[in-house]
């Protein structure tokens, strides 16, 4: 069992930098693929960013690709989403997830595990 606590949310001008952190329970974070994903107001959950379980491989949307960075601190249970060049489109809650495998692709439906969100607002 995984519970994951995202923090870092807020209210930013189109431009701007956010970082997102996800703070994971357990002592079994270092063998879980972690997600970042996101959900606008009458859209479908998508795919923002994943690492694997020692930070040495990274994955991005091709929307986010040069302007997010994901990484982690497995000495810390914790997973970040460095936000930067920010647009009004990114305007989301953010969730964090985790799986043990990622066999079904970086998939809402294929995370085991999922924190309850933060809101980021983008203002032009």
């Known amino acids: 069992q995984v519970q994951l606590v995202e923090s870092g949310g807020g209210l930013v001008q189109a431009g701007g930098s956010l970082r997102l952190s996800c703070a994971a329970s357990?002592?079994?974070?270092?063998?879980?693929?972690m997600g970042w994903f996101r959900q606008a107001p009458g859209k479908e959950r998508e795919f923002v960013a994943g690492?694997?379980?020692?930070?040495?491989?990274?994955y991005y949307a091709d929307s986010v690709k040069g302007r997010f960075t994901i990484s982690r601190d497995n000495a810390k249970n914790t997973v970040y989403l460095q936000m930067n060049s920010l647009k009004p489109e990114d305007t989301a809650a953010y969730y964090c997830?985790?799986?043990?495998?990622?066999?079904?692709?970086?998939?809402?439906?294929?995370?085991?595990?999922w924190g309850k969100g933060t809101l980021v607002t983008v203002s032009s």
């Open positions: 997830a985790a799986d043990r495998t990622v066999v079904a692709g970086w998939t809402p439906s294929g995370m085991d595990y």
């Open positions: 690492i694997n379980w020692s930070g040495g491989s990274t």
């Open positions: 357990g002592r079994t974070f270092s063998t879980y693929y």
